[in-house]
């Protein structure tokens, strides 16, 4: 079979023929069961060849990894902009969020996979609401993803049960999904919105299930000083004493941390996803400590937030942000070098959750994208790392492939229309129902 053939339905050992990785032209093999089999010589014997993809003119990156965002919230784009946090929460995505529903949170995760996949993201890292429908969406989609159910009980007990409720149920749906490419974990929101006993029980759940806890952790000042003067203790480390600091946690934001903390998150394992964007957009104040970070040895990864404080879900723009917030705010041109950044948007990512090693090697998931040599972006091509991270956007990528399976290819996702059409009207319907109650 060749690429005439249907791409996205053929299921079978592929070969990207001819593919750029680090300045070589190599073959990449991928199994049957979508693993990578052989890169460069010998490759294509270590298969019974089914499709065929051009990899000429390619550069073959692993798939990127977006560790923490809010994918429905791709129906909000545009809503609300140029806000303080509390008062963009507060007086605007709340109230509107009051009135989503389960259609709403499927066609909302159907356009934000449709944007990862057309930007070359395989796997991402959500919190949200309705992720029984947002799980719906990632399986039709044939993407990666982490579902975490975003509890929040404002220190209500009857409110804290409903969440123990939803989180439990979610848990037990994803389980019963048995689709290896979905997963769940445990959303505290935060400790400003979350009380200890539910950060407690979060700890607890995700310990016995063996799932990881997805939280936003000192996004800004105000949470560090309310944190501190209600409890005597900074974000980190009251979220360390209820238990919510694993090997499988990762922490969101981590702006305000101090180097006692930074050394903390290290120490537990703890993955911090940057988002650069979101916090130059609602103006935080402060980059993440990455330099301290990075001395303490704590896995640094890279997400998009949701899209209402973004506004998008590209990844390649993310990294660019990612290696300027740094040098910028920190004062060093040398801090985050293009190379680290691209390590930060795929192997840290891949780490963060536990979906591989994020590298293109023998015995990892095909999780490839093709990005195209031949744009603007890349010419000339002297080191790729400085084009895919300072030069190109999610345009450039081609084609992507999760697992082994096709999801796009020269720029075509399956039923895209649909998704435009269907989120469109979902935003449309959401805002209708949210003007008629107010
Ligand atoms: C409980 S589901 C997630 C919840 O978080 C809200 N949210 C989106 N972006 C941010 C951010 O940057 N900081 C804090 N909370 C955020 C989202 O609207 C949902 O309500
Ligand atoms: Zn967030």
Redesign the pocket.
């Known amino acids: 079979m060749t690429e005439s053939d249907d791409i996205f339905t053929a299921r079978g050992s592929v070969l990207i023929a001819g593919a750029i990785i680090d300045g070589s032209t190599v073959d990449i093999a991928i199994d049957e069961t979508g693993t990578i089999a052989g890169i460069g010589e010998g490759a294509r014997e270590a298969i019974d060849v089914d499709i065929i993809i051009d990899g000429s003119e390619r550069l073959a990156v692993p798939g990127l990894v977006n560790t923490h965002t809010?994918a429905a919230?791709s129906l909000l784009r545009g809503y609300a902009d140029d806000m303080l946090?509390q008062d963009w929460?507060s007086q605007k995505?709340?109230p509107l969020?009051a009135h989503l529903s389960g259609d709403d949170v499927y066609w909302g995760t159907k356009l934000a996979c449709l944007e990862m996949i057309k930007s070359g993201t395989v796997a991402f890292n959500d919190?949200?609401?309705f992720m029984d429908r947002a799980a719906e969406a990632v399986d039709e989609m044939g993407i990666r993803a982490t579902l975490a159910y975003?509890?929040?009980d404002l220190s209500i007990p009857e409110k804290r049960e409903a969440e123990i409720k939803a989180t439990e149920s979610l848990a037990r749906h994803i389980q019963s999904l048995d689709n290896p490419r979905i997963r769940t974990a445990v959303?505290p929101?935060?400790v400003y919105t979350v009380s200890l006993e539910g950060l407690r029980w979060c700890a607890e759940f995700a310990k016995e299930q063996g799932i990881g806890i997805h939280v936003?952790l000192a996004?800004t000042e105000k949470e560090v000083v309310d944190c501190v003067a209600q409890t005597g203790k900074r974000p980190a480390a009251l979220l360390d004493e209820c238990g919510c600091l694993t090997p499988r946690t990762v922490a969101a934001?981590c702006c305000w941390l101090d180097e006692a903390e930074c050394r903390l998150l290290a120490e537990r394992g703890v993955s911090a996803s940057h988002n650069p964007a979101?916090n130059m957009k609602?103006a935080v104040n402060r980059a993440m400590p990455y330099h301290w970070l990075k001395q303490a040895g704590a896995n640094v990864c890279l997400g998009t937030?949701?899209c209402?404080?973004n506004n998008n879900l590209d990844m390649f723009e993310e990294m660019k942000f990612a290696a300027l917030l740094q040098k910028f705010a920190w004062n060093s041109p040398t801090l985050l070098p293009a190379g680290e950044a691209v390590t930060m948007a795929t192997a840290a990512g891949a780490r963060a959750l536990g979906t591989g090693p994020g590298t293109l090697t023998v015995g990892a998931p095909a999780d490839i994208v093709l990005v195209d040599a031949r744009a603007v972006c890349n010419t000339p091509l002297y080191h790729a790392d400085s084009n895919l991270v300072y030069a190109c956007n999610g345009d450039a990528v081609m084609t992507v492939l999760c697992q082994g399976r096709v999801l796009m290819h020269e720029r075509t996702v399956p039923g895209e229309e649909e998704i435009l059409e269907g989120a469109a009207a979902a935003a449309r319907s959401l805002v209708g129902r949210a003007r008629q109650a107010s």
């Open positions: 809010h919230m946090l929460l995505i709340w969020e919190m949200y609401f975003g509890f929040i959303g929101h935060s936003h996004e934001h979101s609602l937030d949701g209402s404080s």
